[in-house]
């Protein structure tokens, strides 16, 4: 089979796969703030980017795509199965989007990406180069991450945080207790002091609640200690898990005290 007809296959099924989890969020009322379906579909579908899963099929990074399991304005998120049967996730960075305009302030300023090309194809490339990157220093360090596993220009693979296709729920849709914010404050403190990172988006949005304890995801926000806005940055995620964590009746502390224990 040729090229263009192994792209035409493959794009068909990511498309039908796409267009069906996107129908369902339209159901529930998931789709909001402008996001259409065939925008999306398209932004997906570029051809490079259908290019770029058909060549890791070949060299046996992946074995095959299954559905969308979530949506996004800058990505979607696709559960797929590598050559051993184990379940992986599929981050692809939506290419024809302007929001990723919107992210420079998180990248201009981090000096390990000191030479930015101008062009959005650019920057998206960059930025999962970036998340790729946060990812691998927390994981090394023992940060609970999911396992970076390969990156191509605006495809990431990483180690599904699930089962059988089925992500773990965030702290938005889990009972929480105090045990919970310990960790969530815990990983702030060793991003912080272990990995000289912060995370820029940290959120009950971002972290999952596991069988075996948190695990923060979406770290494209990241920034090193050295950006000139880190400390910013710090003190607006200690103050919205600080939030979340209030609202939800747990036993919180102070905001400011937590920031001064971190940064001393």
Same mark, same amino acid.
């Given at each position: ?107 201009? /300023? !981090?000096?390990?990406?000191? %030479?930015?090309? *101008?062009?959005?194809?650019? $920057? #998206? ?74 995370? /820029? !988006?940290?959120?009950?949005? %971002?972290?999952? *609640?596991?069988?075996?304890? $948190? #695990? ?49």
């Amino acid at each position: 089979m040729s090229d263009d007809l192994l792209f035409d296959d493959l794009s068909r099924k990511i498309e039908s796969k796409v267009d069906s989890k996107l129908i369902s969020k339209s159901h529930r009322g998931g789709l909001k703030d402008g996001f259409k379906k065939g925008k999306v579909i398209n932004e997906v579908l570029d051809k490079p980017t259908v290019m770029t899963l058909y060549r890791m099929i070949t060299d046996h990074v992946i074995a095959y795509v299954n559905g969308a399991i979530s949506a996004g304005k800058e990505s979607v998120v696709f559960w797929g199965v590598d050559e051993n049967n184990m379940d992986v996730a599929l981050k692809i960075y939506l290419i024809s989007t302007s929001n990723f305009k919107k992210r420079e302030p998180y990248i201009l /300023g !981090d000096p390990r990406f000191s %030479n930015v090309k *101008k062009g959005t194809k650019n $920057l #998206v490339y960059l930025w999962a180069k970036k998340e790729f990157r946060n990812l691998t220093q927390c994981y090394d360090a023992g940060l609970p991450v999911p396992r970076p596993l390969y990156l191509v220009k605006n495809v990431l693979v990483l180690e599904f945080i699930g089962r059988n296709g089925v992500p773990c729920k965030s702290l938005l849709y889990s009972e929480v207790n105090k045990k919970d914010y310990v960790q969530a404050v815990s990983f702030i403190k060793d991003l912080y002091n272990k990995t000289k990172l912060v995370h /820029g !988006d940290f959120s009950e949005y %971002n972290i999952f *609640k596991t069988e075996n304890g $948190l #695990v923060v995801f979406d770290l494209g926000s990241g920034v090193d200690l050295r950006h000139p806005n880190a400390k910013e940055f710090l003190k607006r995620d200690i103050y919205n898990i600080t939030k979340f964590f209030n609202k939800r009746g747990v036993s919180v502390s102070d905001p400011d005290e937590l920031f001064e224990e971190i940064i001393k």
